[in-house]
């Protein structure tokens, strides 16, 4: 017995011939030596050979996963493979195919104690065996711990909870571990999760990075203001990376008409950018069938002019400050055209002028965008609550509560 074991070990391995390592693996799997033919080495050696590229010989995978899936004992001792190399990895998706639910019951119970890494594996196994395991009731413990942890995990589990419509049911877990990548922002945005606290997270994140604008604008309604949190951040610095971020993720709003305008207007790197969104056919075609429904919709005319505001009207960062000057309040586009325009020392300048003249009627409606978009301007007025005079004391301590604001004590994420 043991010669004969030792025999077939070394014809699996060392055999030149595919059919004889088949043969030989195939046997030991149904022998009760099976255990030595769950090595990552013996595995990895069930390929074959085209143009010095090594492929996995998928039908002695197929057969083996038929041999494992015929006991629970096999079924247990496959998933201690690492599942970390290729064939070891085809040999666990085809067992995953031949026996679904004995896989999701078993994944769940060992992803719970599992070390980070093998949870990916874990993870993408469960996947492999029902792609709607996100909507089970007993998933739900395993999805909360997984949720917690950013890593390519988590952002497929966020991918395939938003395609299950499952995302919004844990708001609470997103809340305190938020999204930090690209993909996890999108799958946000599709599948709709509507929560304050996110949305004004997001709107204070978005001046800085581009992932919010993936969350935002796939919202519907768009949360209130987005429209000029979005014209003012378009910056020469943020404007390029926010299309780039579009085109990637396949995102189509008409918002989008004014940036890539903007991005022409600034020419260079931006004005690339903004020629690579226009000339995606698929997405013009989006962007236009979106306005075309606009025009056929009763009372819409207004707001479809409005998308195209920088033509229309020429909106303007100095009639904003004109306005603002004479008590006024200014017209949101143009105040969303000064924040974008504003620099250097006329930052500080603005923030002294609105908090110590004071003028109430800027507080508002241009402090508010000014620190959203320019960290100086946010630092600013944190330093001003320590201010000897108690009126600009008091109007930084107010403005350091708005939640849409990445005030200097918070970290960006």
């Known amino acids: 017995m043991e010669l004969d074991l030792t025999e077939q070990l070394r014809r699996a391995k060392d055999a030149p011939d595919r059919k004889d390592r088949r043969e030989a693996f ?46 629970e004992e096999k079924v247990q001792a496959a998933l201690e493979l690492p599942g970390t190399d290729r064939y070891s990895n085809e040999l666990l998706g085809a067992l995953a195919r031949q026996t679904p639910e004995l896989i999701v019951e078993l994944c769940l119970a060992h992803v719970r104690t599992a070390e980070r890494q093998r949870v ?35 952002v497929e589990l966020m991918q395939w909870l938003a395609e299950a419509g499952a995302l919004s049911r844990f708001v609470d877990e997103l809340k305190v571990h938020p999204p930090l ?45 987005l429209e000029e949190r979005v014209l003012a951040a378009a910056r020469p610095d943020w404007l390029p990376g926010a299309l780039e971020a579009a085109v990637v993720d396949g995102l189509a709003h008409p918002l989008l008409v004014p940036l890539a305008e903007l991005a022409v207007r600034q020419g260079g790197r931006s004005m690339a950018v903004a020629v690579a969104w226009i000339g995606s056919s698929k997405m013009a075609k989006e962007v236009l069938g979106q306005l075309g429904g606009e025009l056929e919709r009763d009372g819409q005319r207004v707001r479809l002019s409005d998308t195209f505001w920088i033509r229309r009207s020429g909106v303007s960062g100095d009639r ?65 609550c320590a201010s000897p005079e108690s009126d600009v004391a008091r109007l930084a301590h107010e403005a350091v509560q708005w939640p849409d604001v990445v005030w200097p004590e918070v970290e960006l994420e």
């Not at 196994?125 to 711990?145: G, N, S, T």
């Not at 929560?195 to 796939?218: F, K, S």
């Open 320 to 384: 904003a400050l004109e306005r603002g000057r004479r008590g006024q309040v200014p017209d949101p586009l143009d105040v969303a055209a000064l924040v974008r325009q504003m620099r250097g020392e006329r930052i500080s300048e603005l923030v002294h002028e609105i908090l110590g003249t004071p003028r109430l009627n800027m507080f508002e409606t241009v402090l508010r965008p000014l620190c959203a978009v320019h960290p100086e301007a946010a630092e600013l007025v944190a330093a001003m």
């Open 181 to 225: 990548l690209l993909d996890e922002w999108s799958a946000m945005g599709r599948a709709q999760v509507r929560d304050a606290e996110l949305e004004l997270r997001a709107l204070a994140l978005l001046p800085h990075t581009h992932g919010p604008l993936l969350y935002l604008m796939r919202l519907d309604p768009l949360p209130e203001g």
């Open 26 to 71: 195939l046997g030991l799997l149904a022998s009760e030596g099976w255990r030595e033919a769950l090595s990552p080495e013996l595995i990895a050696r069930q390929s074959f050979r085209v143009r010095d590229t090594d492929y996995p010989d998928l039908r002695t995978i197929a057969d083996a996963a038929a041999l494992l899936a015929s006991s």
């Open 120 to 154: 990916l594996v874990l993870q993408r196994l469960l996947h492999e065996a029902d792609a709607r395991w996100v909507e089970r009731p007993e998933a739900k413990r395993v999805i909360r711990k997984l949720l917690r942890v950013a890593d390519d995990g988590r």
